[in-house]
């Protein structure tokens, strides 16, 4: 199992950035393919981007393509959502994901990595409102 925690998130003005963080904590964080999702109040939990174990493949939602950023530091079992150009609709709790199933094969990723359903483990998420 894997605990996570996220952290960062806080009142923004629209334009602006924040760095989200997820410290893992139990198995070995390289074992785990993670994600970010978000969910906006009266709406469903979505993707916003994932990443594999090592790092090295990233995928994005269209609504954050070139505004947001995932990263992973293994040795410091933490996984980043750097958040540019930020708007009021990114306003939502964010929440970071784990699982230990590898999404990415041959150069693409399963579509499943956009579904909630996908991870097994979870943050208790961080609020992040953005202020026009």
């Known amino acids: 199992q894997v605990q996570l925690v996220e952290s960062g998130g806080r009142l923004v003005q629209a334009g602006g950035s924040l760095r989200l963080s997820c410290a893992a904590s139990?198995?070995?964080?390289?074992?785990?393919?993670m994600g970010w999702f978000r969910q906006a109040p009266g709406k469903e939990r979505e993707f916003v981007a994932c990443?594999?174990?090592?790092?090295?493949?990233?995928y994005y939602a269209d609504s954050v393509k070139g505004r947001f950023t995932i990263s992973r530091d293994n040795a410091k079992n933490t996984v980043y959502l750097q958040m540019n150009s930020l708007n009021p609709e990114d306003t939502a709790v964010y929440y970071c994901a784990a699982t230990g199933q590898s999404l990415w094969t041959s150069g693409n990723w399963y579509p499943r990595v956009t579904r909630a359903s996908t991870f097994a483990y979870w943050g208790q998420g961080t609020r992040v409102t953005v202020s026009s």
């Open positions: 139990g198995r070995t964080f390289s074992l785990y393919t």
């Open positions: 990443t594999t174990k090592s790092g090295g493949n990233t």
